[in-house]
């Protein structure tokens, strides 16, 4: 996908699933999970705190109108309200940050959420295997 300076990568008010956000200065990534509640609708913001990317998350938000919204008991976290600007407005940081939609691994099946993974199509098991 070509992005200009001002295309977004995705639209927050519509994304379900998983983005992850590289700096290209630093290589540090974060990895967030958007997800619609079958039940009430509710739209919900996680983080991905551990190493397993299944199930390591920490809600921190919900989309409430199309919008990134932290929880008022987060509301003084300059971290958290980061990232919920970037997620709001990810077009104004195209260039500064790398965005990289959910893949798969074409080998197993599993979610890719590693930058270095997403791009090669392969997680960091199936890459042992390989060699």
């Known amino acids: 996908m ?30 967030i999970s958007i997800a619609t509640s079958r039940h009430t609708g509710d739209r919900w ?16 938000a919900r989309i409430v109108d199309g919008e990134c919204k932290v929880f008022w008991a987060l509301r003084d976290s300059e971290f958290y309200n980061a990232i919920a600007n970037i997620l709001n ?22 979610r890719l ?8 199509g392969i997680g960091p098991e199936c890459r042992k295997v390989e060699r």
């Open 2 to 31: 070509t992005m200009t300076a001002h295309s977004a990568p995705f639209d927050i008010a519509t994304h379900n699933g998983i983005i992850t956000m590289r700096n290209p200065a630093t290589g540090e990534h974060r990895t």
């Open 45 to 60: 913001v996680q983080l991905l705190t551990g190493c397993d990317n299944e199930r390591d998350y920490k809600s921190f």
């Open 89 to 110: 407005h990810p077009e104004r940081f195209v260039g500064r940050l790398e965005f990289m939609l959910e893949g798969k691994c074409r080998k197993c099946n599993r």
């Open 113 to 120: 959420t590693n930058p270095e993974s997403i791009e090669s």
